[in-house]
Nanobody, 114 residues
Framework: VQLVESGGGLVQAGGSLTLSCAAS????????MGWYRQAPGKQRELVAI???????QSGDSVKGRFTISRDNDKNAMYLQMNSLEPQDTAVYHC?????????WGRGTLVTVSS
């Protein structure tokens, strides 16, 4: 399974961005997909996850601001990020779980300026 993120960039506080994750290779076995982020000097943390049936969960720090979605026909996953805050600055990674094994994308950098 290969995962490629896109859509990161520089945005002012209060702005919005949409991240995309394109999946290929063995995608029919993907059950759970998710977004994780890692800020400089911090551990990687869960942003949101979504199952292939559309059930989702979000981390407490992004609830009400970020929305995860998935298009199984396009083999893609998205993260709509609204009301961005400087503390959202991080590298955002796409994750997929296939038969208990985790796969990661290289990440896309999101920088939120104050």
């Amino acid at each position: 399974v290969q995962l490629v993120e896109s859509g990161g960039g520089l945005v002012q506080a209060g702005g919005s961005l949409t991240l995309s994750c394109a999946a290929s290779g063995g995608i029919s076995s993907i059950n759970v997909m998710g977004w994780y982020r890692q800020a400089p000097g911090k551990q990687r943390e869960l942003v949101a996850i979504i199952t292939n049936s559309g059930s989702s969960q979000s981390g407490d720090s992004v609830k009400g601001r970020f929305t995860i979605s998935r298009d199984n026909d396009k083999n893609a996953m998205y993260l709509q990020m609204n009301s961005l805050e400087p503390q959202d600055t991080a590298v955002y990674h796409c994750n997929a779980v296939v038969l208990g094994r985790q796969y990661w994308g290289r990440g896309t950098l999101v920088t939120v300026s104050s």
